[in-house]
């Protein structure tokens, strides 16, 4: 069997690959599965490879201008880079959310604090002024005993 | 409530307590006994145990209990959000593992009442030694955090682990919005000394402790050191935070 590798075949994978790879971000951001302002890098990059796909000389030209003797390393340098970036922006955002995370289980500590509070002295205002009902039920009140008390 | 005495202004005693049930009654007993006019605010950080029951059911203390474990620091940060927010003057971390004897609490308040720091630590280090033995080890690390710091805030600490701190209104407010997570002590150092705020160490004794275990087992004690020591050095590049003309 005659085998005979096609010398753009390995171009058209990696068309295909890049634009794959674009498409599903923009559909995820779509869809809602990604947020915008996440997807940036993602986007860059996609169309990054979509360029060094559709450029030939284009690695070539990179490898050159870094001195890198082999062209398919300069691939996996700007692979490499893309990687990185991306890792070291999750890195940004995961300490964002932990931070507001972090702030929001403060914030539920000190609220529920808060409500236990209230509902305690709306208990203590609700017996007063059932007391104080019967009280007057009673007695004739006074202008003096119906000042509302402060409840300490 | 209980009446006010002459202390001067509202105290706050924070308490972080993570699964204190057995020592948390009795240290809230003997802080009210201490001064009645102090106010008690338990930070229950998400304890596995009765602490939050027991601590609400003496009555002497505002319990504030958080959803989930957030460590130390986001326990005693919370302490400070209260105590910024209901008026305090004074915020004193106090760790409920009853390491350090209620007696001193004072000495701190009164220091920072007094206007001569804006952070009081209460240390084990600044006379010669007392009772408690410190492991060798766990007393090296503390010497390399005191020159570290020394090298990088230019102020002497010698307690840079200590979790008995007494705070101004200013410290706090700033500290309630910029506190680190994990092994918080001494990289709190750091961060307040970059913002220029007045430190100062008292010593105090210290009990052995009376429940929980040291966050800081020996054998952990490489990670730990190189954990905080690179806290440190990257809280002490960070941008400062208040600027001279810039006033609390």
Redesign the interface.
Known sequence: MTSTINPNQVQYIAIAFSLILFFVILFLIRKRRIKEEYSLMWLLFSLVFIVFALWRQGLDVVSGFLGIAYPPAAMLLILLMAVFLIMIEFSMIISKLADKNKNLAQEIGLLYHETEKLKRMLKRQKKQNQSKKEKTAKVKPTPDNNAAQNIP | ?TQKNTSLGKVLVIIPAYNEAETIASLLQQIHHENPSWDILV?NDASKDETEAIAKATGLA???????N?GIG?AV??GF??AF?NGYDVALQFDGDGQHPVSEIKNLVDLIERDEADVVIGSRFNKKQNGVKTHYLRRAGIKIFEWFSFVLIRQRITDHTSGFRAYNRKAFTFLASNYP?DYPEPEVVILLGKNKFRMKETFTQMLERQGGISSIPIAKGPYYMIKVLLAMFMASIRSRIIYPEEEL
């Open positions: 409530m930070v505002r319990v504030v209990s958080l959803p989930f957030l986001g940060q919370t959000k209260y927010r997570t």
